[in-house]
């Protein structure tokens, strides 16, 4: 999945929000589905089968922040706030209503009888569990730094939650509520300080969203069927079974759909696997924009010239970063990768978002958007870096697509053809890449961003803030407090202009190397209903209202 074309810039949730009240519509199940005396969820409608080369890391949501696992995560798990297709605003899911009772303050009441798929009552003391149990934990690979500005959960009652903040006016905290940092487990079931292994999260059947796992073979088979306990805004699905299945090949992911054993695709075909797709009789190729990027990262311990090397040294590291900056190609990227797809991208921040700034735009190469070989040049020999420098550089396949193997290969292309640099060019695989990374074994390699929430801050704070989830070593004392400021600024135009400071500020050090946004793609048989033929960046690809009628 890649990213924005340009969509409706969002507004921030502002001070003195209002409650947010839980509709009817969101409690009425969808035509086509009933339930059975045993309290599973029935439906006429047949299964589906959904393919992906998406693997997951891990099913506890306090151990995961990755796509693959966000997959299967947002089937099972529920959240107090959600999103809705269409809207980049949060709505009630598991909650009747939210409102701010103070500066710091957030109460969430709670819907009557929420229970687990495993019979458990769902109440506050579970959601003050889940929140308390992801700061304590904070696994690097998680999303605890989402909750950067939560202080404290009560739960006066079972049926009410509060929240007090570090900082006042923080508008964006009921987003981060419906985010992956806000999945709501059973506290009778998970650890309150450890991550859950895989085979024990589904032998509880702990599920507070719309499916649960009923069989689990980790990345090569799951089965879900529909939760009958699930209240939230999705309501009832109308295909209660539901099988994704796991391809360590594109070509094999393409086949399967093509010849009908697949329903649908949901991650990643290439480019021209889709525009071959789209051409067949019975397919139908979804397209749009989305809501992610494609960057490149630099360790700062690790790169040449990094903290922990035997040479390091602060200006020869910057040097080389911003050499690098001024030696990418993003626009030959584009057209020869991608077929233009994707567009070049120069900060953090994509392009339609309100604060955008292409910062390295006018900062690298020839200041225009283009490489200039003469500049990075110019760059190193001031520093005084050696030439040729050795860039050990890491990508990943599976996770970002097949594509990304032909992606990094002109990257390193580019890189060598100025003369500068040395490419050692390596792949891992996603279960792998996610370990390595945080253990600094990476000193540049590959990572992409999807949206929790549709606003500048989600690309800005989990890069940038003191327990950034990129966990590069990067620390910036202004980049940070620019990043504070804009979470809690309610005017429009003051918290626009520290965004934009911001990522000026960052863009000179480069942390990390923005180069693409682009379109997404969901692949089904004609047969499928329920996902539109034009996707916006708020689109999120979630079962319940799919069928096969």
């Keep these: 999945?890649?990213?924005?074309?340009?969509?409706?810039?969002?507004?921030?949730?502002?001070?003195?929000?209002?409650?947010?009240?839980?509709?009817?519509?969101?409690?009425?199940?969808?035509?086509?589905?009933?339930?059975?005396?045993?309290?599973?969820?029935?439906?006429?409608?047949?299964?589906?089968?959904?393919?992906?080369?998406?693997?997951?890391?891990?099913?506890?949501?306090?151990?995961?922040?990755?796509?693959?696992?966000?997959?299967?995560?947002?089937e099972v798990y529920a959240t107090l706030l959600g999103q809705k297709n269409g809207s980049a605003d949060v709505s009630p899911d598991l909650a009747t209503g939210i409102e701010q009772t103070g500066p710091k303050e957030y109460t969430v009441t709670l819907q009557k009888d929420l229970k687990f798929a495993n019979g458990h009552e769902l109440t506050s003391s579970d959601v003050k569990f889940s929140f308390d149990r992801n700061l304590k934990i904070a696994d690097p690979n998680g999303p605890s730094s989402l909750l950067y500005n939560l202080a404290s959960v009560a739960a006066p009652d079972?049926?009410?939650?509060?929240?007090?903040?570090?900082?006042?006016?923080?508008?964006?905290?009921?987003?981060?509520?419906?985010?992956?940092?806000?999945?709501?487990?059973?506290?009778?079931?998970?650890?309150?300080?450890?991550?859950?292994?895989?085979?024990?999260?589904?032998?509880?059947?702990?599920?507070?969203?719309?499916?649960?796992?009923?069989?689990?073979?980790?990345?090569?088979?799951?089965?879900f069927a529909a939760n009958a306990h699930y209240k939230g805004q999705q309501g009832t699905p109308k295909t209660r079974d539901v099988q994704l299945k796991y391809?360590?090949?594109?070509?094999?992911?393409?086949?399967?759909?093509q010849q009908g054993t697949l329903d649908a695709v949901y991650r990643t075909l290439t480019t021209a696997d889709l525009d071959d797709l789209a051409r067949h009789k019975g397919i139908k190729v979804h397209t749009?924009?989305?809501?992610?990027?494609?960057?490149?990262?630099?360790?700062?311990?690790?790169?040449?010239?990094?903290?922990?090397?035997?040479?390091?040294?602060?200006?020869?590291?910057?040097?080389?970063?911003?050499?690098?900056a001024d030696s990418v190609d993003r626009a030959q990227l584009a057209q020869q990768v991608y077929k233009n797809t994707y567009q070049p991208l120069y900060t953090s921040v994509p392009d339609g978002l309100t604060g955008a700034t292409p910062?390295?735009?006018?900062?690298?190469?020839?200041?225009?958007?283009?490489?200039?070989?003469?500049?990075?040049?110019?760059?190193?020999?001031?520093?005084?870096?050696?030439?040729?420098?050795?860039?050990?550089?890491?990508?990943?396949?599976?996770?970002?697509?097949?594509?990304?193997?032909?992606?990094?290969?002109?990257v390193k292309t580019q890189l060598e053809a100025t003369g500068l640099f040395k490419v050692n060019l390596q792949s891992t695989e996603w279960t792998q890449y996610g370990k390595d990374r945080v253990k600094h074994l990476y000193p540049l390699y590959q990572l992409g961003w999807y949206a929790d929430y549709l606003d500048a801050d989600n690309y800005l704070s989990p890069f940038y803030s003191a327990n950034s989830w990129v966990?590069?070593?990067?620390?910036?004392?202004?980049?940070?407090?620019?990043?504070?400021?804009?979470?809690?600024?309610?005017?429009?135009?003051?918290?626009?202009?520290?965004?934009?400071?911001?990522?000026?500020?960052?863009?000179?050090?480069?942390?990390?190397?923005?180069?693409?946004?682009?379109?997404?793609a969901i692949v089904t048989r004609?047969?499928?209903?329920?996902?539109?033929?034009?996707?916006?960046?708020?689109?999120?690809?979630?079962?319940?209202?799919l069928s096969t009628k």
């Excluded at 990027?293 to 630099?298: A, D, M, Q, T, W």
Aim: hydrophobic letters at 35%; one cysteine or more; glycine letters at 8%.
């Design 158 to 223: 079972p049926a009410t939650v509060v929240f007090t903040l570090e900082s006042a006016n923080d508008t964006l905290f009921p987003k981060v509520l419906s985010t992956a940092a806000g999945y709501i487990v059973d506290e009778q079931a998970f650890p309150a300080d450890k991550i859950l292994d895989d085979k024990s999260v589904v032998a509880a059947k702990p599920w507070s969203g719309p499916y649960g796992i009923s069989s689990y073979d980790k990345n090569s088979l799951v089965s």
């Design 526 to 545: 004609s047969k499928v209903s329920g996902v539109p033929d034009e996707l916006d960046a708020t689109y999120q690809f979630r079962w319940a209202g």
């Design 288 to 324: 749009g924009s989305g809501n992610g990027i494609r960057y490149l990262v630099f360790d700062f311990a690790t790169q040449p010239y990094g903290t922990r090397t035997k040479n390091a040294d602060p200006k020869k590291a910057l040097a080389v970063r911003q050499a690098v």
């Design 1 to 74: 999945m890649a990213l924005h074309n340009g969509p409706t810039p969002n507004r921030p949730l502002r001070s003195g929000l209002g409650a947010i009240t839980l509709g009817t519509a969101f409690l009425v199940a969808l035509t086509g589905c009933t339930s059975s005396k045993n309290g599973e969820t029935t439906s006429s409608a047949e299964a589906l089968t959904i393919g992906t080369t998406d693997q997951v890391t891990s099913i506890d949501p306090a151990g995961s922040w990755d796509a693959g696992s966000g997959t299967v995560e947002s």
């Design 247 to 257: 391809y360590t090949d594109a070509g094999n992911l393409k086949l399967d759909v």
């Design 471 to 520: 966990a590069n070593s990067y620390t910036d004392p202004v980049v940070r407090a620019l990043v504070q400021q804009e979470e809690t600024e309610t005017d429009a135009a003051k918290r626009t202009a520290l965004i934009q400071q911001a990522q000026d500020k960052a863009a000179a050090q480069v942390p990390l190397l923005p180069l693409l946004q682009g379109s997404t």
């Design 359 to 410: 910062s390295f735009r006018s900062l690298y190469g020839d200041k225009k958007g283009g490489p200039d070989q003469a500049a990075a040049a110019a760059r190193l020999k001031a520093a005084g870096v050696r030439t040729p420098v050795t860039l050990n550089l890491q990508y990943n396949s599976d996770h970002y697509g097949s594509s990304s193997a032909d992606e990094y290969a002109l």
